[in-house]
């Protein structure tokens, strides 16, 4: 464990206090930042799902945690001796597993502990977390603005665009997207913002969230018409088809 030993965390030469752990990490090892007292808060993003024993421990400058909605397990003695800190966030709406009675262990039982509003009486009744007194709905975080990957388009019939929405603040607590169209006759779009290009003319795509919202105007163009006898070269004969997909000729190639 090559940071059981350090006392500070450095990055690029600089002090790191803030220390985020990226969701490309789906777990925090066993003493992976033991005594590590120059962190000030700690945040582990989505997909972090365990924090090991001791991962924590003694970090004893620490002030704010915030463990995200995806993690179900914490190790034995995890936070222990985390004494400065000054309140706790955990997003899941189930409380994760404590794997002992040491895993906040001299953190202050008073402290705010935010959880979803939805969970507060199972954290209540959730083993070691009962051990704090001021557990409380998590305060409400507003959407500021929405912001979409594209403002125009241009598509042909029968063409589709997947359009991706962005939502501010990344904490919001309602980040819901809901997708409309002005014009479905021209164009449509479905839960997740794929767009389907119907006939020719102009639509405006909204996608709504908290009331903000973020529009692209698509341009559908008519397709290229087609006529006649498509022919379709295949294992050396030319299969001729009608317009209906239906075959009406085969020939030897070059007859």
């Not at 034995?76 to 400065?84: H, L, M, R, V, Y």
């Not at 006649?228 to 070059?254: F, H, N, P």
């Amino acid at each position: 464990t090559p940071l059981q030993y350090a006392t500070n965390l450095y990055l690029n030469g600089t002090l790191v206090t803030e220390l985020t752990i990226p969701g490309t990490v789906t777990a925090v090892k066993d003493y992976a930042f033991y005594e590590l007292n120059g962190i000030t808060s700690v945040t582990l993003s989505e997909g972090v799902t365990g924090v090991g024993q001791y991962a924590f421990r003694d970090c004893g400058n620490r002030e704010t945690l915030t463990l995200p909605t995806s993690v179900e397990s914490i190790g034995n003695s995890a936070f222990i001796g985390c004494e400065k800190l000054t309140s706790i966030t955990c997003k899941a709406t189930t409380p994760p597993t404590c794997g002992g009675s040491n895993t906040f262990v001299f953190v202050e039982k008073s402290i705010p502990v935010y959880v979803p509003a939805s969970a507060v009486e199972a954290y209540q009744a959730a083993e070691i977390w009962m051990d704090f007194t001021n557990i409380q709905a998590m305060p409400e975080v507003t959407v500021t603005g929405i912001t979409l990957d594209q403002t125009t388009a241009t598509l042909t019939e029968g063409e589709t665009l997947a359009l991706t929405a962005t939502v501010a603040p990344d904490d919001a607590t309602d980040k819901t997207v809901v997708w409309s169209t002005s014009n479905a006759e021209v164009a449509t779009v479905d839960e997740n913002g794929v767009v389907t290009a119907v006939a020719e003319g102009t639509a405006t795509i909204t996608a709504t969230a908290s009331g903000k919202e973020a529009t692209c105007v698509v341009t559908v163009q008519a397709g290229e018409a087609t006529t006649g006898i498509e022919q379709v070269e295949a294992q050396g004969s030319t299969v001729v088809y009608d317009l209906m997909g239906r075959r009406v000729e085969k020939a030897e190639k070059g007859i």
